[in-house]
């Protein structure tokens, strides 16, 4: 079976730039998580859809952060416009729901905002 | 809202040596507890959970205990090696509702050398 595929694995921005970061699930899960990864931060959760429907959009990350899941199997994030600090590994993670349902990720994807 | 410390931000080890990563919980319920390992380059993968006090989670020769009255679920190895080598996080999903996100821990890193 196919795990998360995130695409793509390396992006560099100028800051200002509008990047689209990309997430495919694996087919059948119904619950898909995007998070932000830094060293000092560790992971925090960006977006949280529940059948495509947005349950929770990270407080902190609202005014530039837009998630979107337009059908069951593909994901989009968009970071607008992109800041140095946003430079970070973005993982992508589905489950099949529950609350003791495992959550499989994606390999990331790496942002560096120069 | 919920939370998960964990207390050491790295540890380093010789090989054989006893691994203790320890974490302790604060939730409003009877969470699930997690525990994720991260290896470089790849996103966590679950590692085992617990649902209920007392219950152990166990594999690959790692293990922790769920204790609901020390608030803990603690992960422990008996003998690492080098390819044990990678960042542990430890998690809770909230009990009941039908918001099933993870709250992580800010994650350790375990470094083992020969």
């Known amino acids: 079976d196919a795990g998360v595929t995130q695409t793509p694995r390396h992006e560099v921005a100028e800051k200002g730039q509008t990047i689209i970061l990309k997430c495919e699930p694996v087919?059948?899960?119904?619950?898909l998580f995007w998070y932000r990864q830094t060293k000092i931060q560790g992971l925090e959760l960006l977006s949280y859809?529940?059948?495509?429907?947005?349950?929770?959009d990270g407080g902190a990350f609202k005014d530039r952060f837009k998630a979107e899941m337009l059908n069951s199997s593909f994901s989009t994030l968009k970071i607008q416009p992109t800041e140095p600090k946003d430079s970070a590994v973005y993982l992508c993670?589905?489950?099949?729901?529950?609350?003791?349902?495992?959550?499989?990720f994606g390999p990331g994807t790496r942002l560096t905002v120069l | 809202g919920d939370s998960v410390t964990q207390t050491e931000g790295q540890v380093a080890l010789s090989e054989e040596d006893f691994l203790t990563i320890h974490c302790n919980y604060s939730?409003?319920?009877?969470?699930?507890l997690f525990w994720y390992v991260q290896y470089p380059g790849e996103g966590p993968q679950l590692l085992f959970r617990?649902?209920?006090?007392?219950e152990k989670g166990s594999s690959r020769g790692f293990e922790a205990t769920y204790d609901k009255g020390t608030t803990s679920f603690h992960l422990r190895k008996a003998s690492v090696q080098e390819s044990d080598s990678a960042v542990y996080y430890c998690?809770?999903?909230?009990?009941?509702?039908?918001?099933?996100?993870?709250?992580f821990g800010k994650g350790t890193l375990l470094t083992v050398t020969p």
């Open positions: 993670a589905s489950s099949l729901g529950g609350t003791s349902a495992e959550q499989f």
């Open positions: 087919s059948g899960h119904n619950d």
């Open positions: 859809f529940r059948s495509k429907s947005l349950m929770e």
């Open positions: 939730a409003s319920g009877y969470p699930t």
């Open positions: 617990a649902s209920r006090d007392k």
């Open positions: 998690a809770l999903s909230e009990s009941g509702g039908s918001n099933y996100k993870l709250t």
